[in-house]
């Protein structure tokens, strides 16, 4: 399954910037996605905690991820939404992350095209990171889309991150 997604890509600008983006095609209607990206109940099943999430423009959120690393911490980022159209775009400015956003689009009879960028402020190194990440995740998503959620996130490990941020390395 994790073959719907494709290689992210990342946009290095002058002032330090980096844009990261994603484009998916996947075979679920844009009510399925949005839930996933967009909704407390949704985002824990294959990225993160939604600690606060208030849906509007303007209002906070904080985004816990379930994912330890290698000395056991989660990484927690805080914000405020600074995008929000219902079903269709979903934007959180937060700490650590920096700007991220989900715009979906219908495709096809029942499908959605998922576009995704991420607009950060980070070193090569966290640039890798952060692409081998999102990628993850994604891979993630399609699986909880699929009916396979991650529901124990304690068994997690980095083996695929690092399968994915070697590749990304190499390119």
Not at 31 to 51: F, K, N, Q, Y
Not at 95 to 109: A, M, Q, T
Not at 117 to 128: G, H, I, K, P, Y
């Amino acid at each position: 399954m994790h073959d719907v997604i494709p290689r992210g890509t990342a946009e290095s600008r002058d002032d330090g910037t980096h844009l990261l983006r994603f484009e998916l095609r996947l075979p679920h209607p844009v009510i399925r996605l949005w839930a996933a990206v967009a909704t407390p109940e949704g985002l824990p099943s294959w990225l993160c905690a939604a600690d606060v999430l208030e849906p509007r423009v303007g209002g906070a959120v904080t985004l816990r991820w379930l994912n330890a690393d290698a000395e056991g911490r989660h990484t927690v980022a805080e914000g405020h939404v600074t995008a929000w159209d219902a079903e269709r775009v979903a934007e959180y400015t937060v700490s650590v992350h920096g700007r991220i956003r989900f715009h979906l689009e219908p495709h096809g009879d029942n499908g959605t095209v998922l576009r995704f960028t991420n607009e950060l402020r980070c070193d090569d190194e966290v640039l890798l990171d952060c692409l081998a990440g999102w990628h993850n995740h994604f891979e993630l998503l399609a699986d909880a889309l699929e009916g396979r959620p991650t529901t124990d996130w304690e068994t997690w490990t980095p083996t695929r991150w690092q399968q994915l941020r070697d590749t990304y390395a190499t390119a």
